[in-house]
């Protein structure tokens, strides 16, 4: 096995992974299905991808759980508020189970254009309420528990290390602040169990040894990750935001329930930022996938985007910075294809290993994606090394980064024109044609079709074809040199 350093939340220090099982069990906290992921959530499930992609280049077989939350995850972290399924079924008309498979759907979907690999196991919350209240029948019976009139919640006075993982000032934090306090005996209490109204029937709720309710957020990844992998976890993942309450609360509930450590390796990504603030549903601040489509932005250049920073840093997000990744990526393309037209001759193992050193360097030194993507463009630049040796190392670099590097990268957007066959032509002359085609554009909203038929004929005299359709304008070189 390689030797592949993460760093370690728990510990807050880089450590060097290793495991004495068969495959290396990773759960990763999945998406709660009440309306589309944006890609601020996109982002941690790249990193996740790469880091279950790293795994297996070192030589581990991986189980990849990830969960689907469609019940109990309500729109408070301090225990209070609607159920955020049950609020998207209220928003859209439609039945909670249809929003839980539409959005799943959509998510699925979004995991494929980004090439991120399906995991081994994806359960869903649904399935596992016995698991769950089972998990909750162990705390009651060691005395962790307290039932008030709101549900069965977790008593953290008991869990001496509560703070320790977030090292939470637990006896500064603000009430209503990061909780409600309401019926709760401390400030950080949290729900096992939530009772059904009196007065409703919800759409979801189960019979439970406590009365007609609905499992707590928390409990679900717990039990769910408790079936499918074995403890002590080897790497549990998530977002920064998830230390201070989600994983925190699980850490205190399983390791209540067993007395054995839960997870040897937590993983958390930073966020990434829009306006100084992170990207969220709750804040209407969000993008998806399709709205990046929408904007003639290929997902890949999302992805190769969030390269662009390491996983544990923020990103700040912008429409110009990912068509500027775009750009980008095309290019890599670009490079990748006219470096590597070569007859197929296999390069020896040794020799790509040897041209990858600094790659895999970057790569197993927690995923220091930024550095292993510069390398890949230094590889391809470099004279010294043969075409040969390129083509396989990238294809073996590719296997990490996952960005379709041998796609026909024959158009670039620039400017939302979108042009073909200009792969030798400078993005300077390129922004001068979309200026052009823009005010072409604008011209024809005007109404002043003169001045929008004469920039057109200027353009296609100079061996450009035109296409308007409903996706916009094509620009199409029909063979003219824009080298310069």
Same mark, same amino acid.
């Given at each position: 096995?390689?030797?592949?350093?993460?760093?370690?939340?728990?510990?807050?220090?880089?450590?060097?992974?290793?495991?004495?099982?068969?495959?290396?069990?990773?759960?990763?906290?999945?998406?709660?299905?009440?309306?589309?992921?944006?890609?601020?959530?996109?982002?941690?499930?790249?990193?996740?991808?790469?880091?279950? $992609?790293?795994?297996?280049?070192?030589?581990?077989?991986?189980?990849?759980?990830?969960?689907?939350?469609?019940?109990?995850?309500?729109?408070?972290?301090?225990?209070?508020?609607?159920?955020?399924?049950?609020?998207? !079924?209220?928003?859209?008309?439609?039945?909670?189970?249809?929003?839980?498979?539409?959005?799943?759907?959509?998510?699925?979907?979004?995991?494929?254009?980004?090439?991120?690999?399906?995991?081994?196991?994806?359960?869903?919350?649904?399935?596992?309420?016995?698991?769950?209240?089972?998990?909750?029948?162990?705390?009651?019976?060691?005395?962790? %528990?307290?039932?008030?009139?709101?549900?069965?919640?977790?008593?953290?006075?008991?869990?001496?290390?509560?703070?320790?993982? !977030?090292?939470?000032?637990?006896?500064?934090?603000?009430?209503?602040? $990061?909780?409600?306090?309401?019926?709760?005996?401390?400030?950080?209490?949290?729900?096992?169990?939530?009772?059904?109204?009196?007065?409703?029937?919800?759409?979801?709720?189960?019979?439970?040894?406590?009365?007609?309710?609905?499992?707590?957020?928390?409990?679900?990844?717990?039990?769910?990750?408790?079936?499918?992998?074995?403890?002590?976890?080897?790497?549990?993942?998530?977002?920064?935001?998830?230390?201070?309450?989600?994983?925190?609360?699980?850490?205190?509930?399983?390791?209540?329930?067993?007395?054995?450590?839960?997870?040897?390796?937590?993983?958390?990504?930073?966020?990434?930022?829009?306006?100084?603030?992170?990207?969220?549903?709750?804040?209407?601040?969000?993008?998806?996938?399709?709205?990046?489509?929408?904007?003639?932005?290929?997902?890949?250049?999302? $992805?190769?985007?969030?390269?662009?920073?390491?996983?544990?840093?923020?990103?700040?997000?912008?429409?110009?910075?990912?068509?500027?990744?775009?750009?980008?990526?095309?290019?890599?393309?670009?490079?990748?294809?006219?470096?590597?037209?070569?007859?197929?001759?296999?390069?020896?193992?040794?020799?790509?290993?040897?041209?990858?050193?600094?790659?895999?360097? !970057?790569?197993?030194?927690?995923?220091?994606?930024?550095?292993?993507?510069?390398?890949?463009?230094?590889?391809?630049?470099?004279?010294?090394?043969?075409?040969?040796?390129?083509?396989?190392?990238?294809?073996?670099?590719?296997?990490?980064?996952?960005?379709?590097?041998?796609?026909?990268?024959?158009?670039?957007?620039?400017?939302?024109?979108?042009?073909?066959?200009?792969?030798? %032509?400078?993005?300077?002359?390129?922004?001068?044609?979309?200026?052009?085609?823009?005010?072409?554009?604008?011209?024809?909203?005007?109404?002043?079709?003169?001045?929008?038929?004469?920039?057109?004929?200027?353009?296609?005299?100079?061996?450009?074809?035109?296409?308007?359709?409903?996706?916009?304008?094509?620009? $199409?070189?029909?063979?003219?040199?824009?080298?310069?």
């Amino acid at each position: 096995m390689k030797k592949f350093y993460l760093y370690n939340t728990k510990t807050r220090k880089k450590e060097e992974f290793s495991t004495t099982r068969k495959k290396a069990g990773m759960y990763c906290c999945g998406p709660t299905v009440y309306n589309y992921a944006h890609i601020g959530n996109m982002r941690t499930y790249i990193f996740e991808d790469v880091l279950r $992609r790293t795994l297996e280049y070192c030589g581990y077989g991986v189980e990849h759980v990830m969960n689907i939350t469609d019940v109990g995850h309500l729109s408070s972290d301090g225990d209070s508020g609607d159920d955020k399924m049950e609020k998207g !079924a209220a928003r859209e008309g439609k039945t909670v189970w249809d929003i839980a498979k539409f959005y799943t759907d959509s998510f699925m979907r979004n995991c494929e254009d980004l090439k991120i690999l399906r995991p081994t196991i994806i359960p869903k919350a649904t399935d596992h309420i016995n698991e769950m209240i089972a998990l909750v029948q162990k705390l009651v019976e060691k005395g962790f %528990t307290y039932e008030n009139s709101d549900g069965i919640y977790f008593d953290t006075s008991k869990f001496p290390d509560y703070a320790k993982f !977030a090292r939470l000032d637990v006896e500064n934090l603000q009430e209503g602040h $990061r909780i409600d306090v309401g019926e709760k005996k401390n400030k950080t209490d949290f729900a096992l169990w939530k009772f059904s109204p009196k007065n409703s029937k919800r759409a979801m709720e189960w019979d439970s040894p406590w009365g007609v309710g609905f499992p707590g957020w928390h409990i679900e990844c717990s039990a769910m990750s408790l079936k499918y992998l074995p403890q002590p976890l080897d790497i549990h993942c998530g977002g920064v935001d998830h230390i201070p309450i989600h994983h925190t609360n699980e850490i205190a509930q399983v390791e209540a329930a067993t007395g054995k450590e839960f997870c040897r390796t937590w993983v958390h990504g930073e966020f990434l930022v829009i306006d100084n603030g992170k990207m969220s549903k709750s804040g209407g601040n969000f993008v998806t996938v399709d709205t990046l489509k929408d904007k003639k932005i290929e997902p890949l250049a999302y $992805r190769y985007f969030c390269y662009s920073s390491h996983y544990r840093k923020q990103l700040a997000f912008s429409i110009d910075n990912v068509s500027g990744s775009q750009t980008g990526l095309n290019n890599l393309r670009n490079l990748v294809k006219r470096t590597v037209r070569c007859d197929e001759k296999k390069a020896a193992d040794g020799e790509i290993e040897n041209v990858l050193e600094k790659f895999y360097k !970057a790569v197993l030194d927690d995923m220091n994606m930024p550095v292993a993507l510069a390398e890949v463009w230094g590889i391809l630049r470099n004279a010294e090394i043969s075409n040969e040796i390129k083509k396989a190392a990238v294809m073996k670099a590719d296997e990490i980064l996952a960005l379709d590097l041998f796609k026909e990268a024959d158009e670039k957007i620039i400017d939302g024109i979108k042009f073909e066959k200009f792969e030798n %032509t400078p993005e300077s002359e390129l922004q001068k044609i979309a200026s052009s085609l823009n005010k072409r554009s604008e011209a024809k909203k005007a109404k002043d079709f003169k001045t929008a038929d004469e920039i057109r004929n200027a353009v296609i005299a100079q061996g450009i074809e035109i296409l308007d359709n409903k996706d916009g304008v094509v620009c $199409r070189n029909l063979g003219t040199n824009f080298a310069g």
